[in-house]
């Protein structure tokens, strides 16, 4: 693997364990805040993104390459509302996005095959995983962002049904 390529990936390491301790805090911020449904979805998204950290380490192990865990800073801990909360994972989400798409370039670039499929499932999810908190704030947004409206949508994600994912039955 080219050594710059090598160096992005650990890099890239920072943002998603920043991403699985920034949703770990934001489901202690909407279990504080008596929202169960969303604090769930927070849940699940921080073991995901530890997933996406666990998937580029692997592949530099099965590649015989070195891993450099990161440090991470403090997450936020205070929010305004849901709808700033959610702005913020939006602009994470974006960040990891852009990132992504840098080193698939790389990897297009120095014809690093194995990175280059490796990339690709990270190039599909974050294109889910935008399209699912965009969803996610158009909803609370449209809910007016607290009262009623906020506790059918935390309703509707306790019940695992966010709008924008994949259905499980679609092809």
Request: charged residues 25%; glycine residues 8%; hydrophobic residues 40%.
């Amino acid at each position: 693997m080219d050594a710059d390529l090598h160096k992005s990936l650990n890099q890239h390491l920072t943002l998603e364990f920043e991403a699985f301790h920034r949703y770990h805090a934001l489901a202690i911020w909407f279990d504080l805040n008596d929202l169960p449904g969303f604090a769930t979805w927070m849940r699940q998204q921080s073991n995901d993104e530890l997933g996406h950290a666990k998937r580029i380490i692997d592949h530099l192990l099965e590649r015989d390459l070195a891993v450099e865990l990161p440090k991470l800073s403090k997450p936020p801990t205070e929010f305004q509302s849901a709808v700033e909360a959610v702005e913020g994972v939006m602009k994470s989400e974006q960040e990891v996005t852009g990132s992504i798409n840098k080193l698939y370039s790389m990897a297009e670039n120095t014809s690093d095959r194995p990175a280059t499929i490796m990339l690709q499932w990270f190039v599909n999810e974050q294109v889910e995983e935008e399209n699912v908190v965009r969803a996610l704030l158009g909803r609370l947004k449209l809910a007016g962002g607290s009262g009623v409206g906020l506790l059918l949508v935390d309703q509707e994600l306790a019940s695992g049904n966010v709008a924008g994912a994949p259905s499980e039955t679609a092809g």
